[in-house]
């Protein structure tokens, strides 16, 4: 399983619940099965590590995202990728509209397909540290409810 996590700017929340998942899915029998990677709908940070408060908020939790790097979604994305998890409605309209033709990767808000009440994962980089923490929050119950999910459909990642 080959999963997308995108946002705008991929400096704060996709690259976030990018290092996320992965560290939960370490815990797993599920970490050779699933792959993850984050990207942007834009292009203003290409090549940038993630935002310093994203990269603070993390290493506080004992995630390292410094090695992270800003990209923008591409063509490729639609069929090297099963699913392009989006951080927010807006995010979920431009990742359709970018598809191509033929793409066979499937789109939806992270937080439902993680299973989560809550739709949107609210932008905190006009914000400051707690806005931050708060995000790092519910995306630790997503990365949580992506892991759950895939144990069901992949078999028991335990």
């Given at each position: ?91 979920l ?5 970018l ?23 609210p ?36």
């Open positions: 399983m080959r999963l997308l996590v995108a946002c705008l700017g991929n400096i704060c929340r996709s690259p976030t619940a990018e290092g996320l998942i992965r560290h939960r899915l370490e815990a797993t029998s599920l970490a050779d099965r699933v792959t993850v990677d984050s990207a942007g709908t834009g292009d203003w940070h290409v090549g940038q590590p993630p935002d310093r408060r994203s990269i603070a908020c993390a290493t506080g939790h004992g995630i390292d995202l410094s090695g992270l790097r800003a990209r923008q979604i591409g063509p490729s994305d639609f069929h090297e990728f099963d699913w392009l998890l989006c951080a927010d409605s807006a995010n309209r431009d990742v359709r509209k598809a191509p033709k033929g793409a066979s990767a499937q789109s939806a808000l992270l937080l439902e397909w993680a299973g989560l009440d809550q739709r949107e994962v932008d905190p980089y006009t914000g400051d540290a707690h806005q931050f923490e708060r995000v790092w929050a519910l995306l630790e119950r997503a990365a949580d409810g992506v892991v759950a999910r895939l144990a069901r459909e992949l078999g028991d990642g335990r």
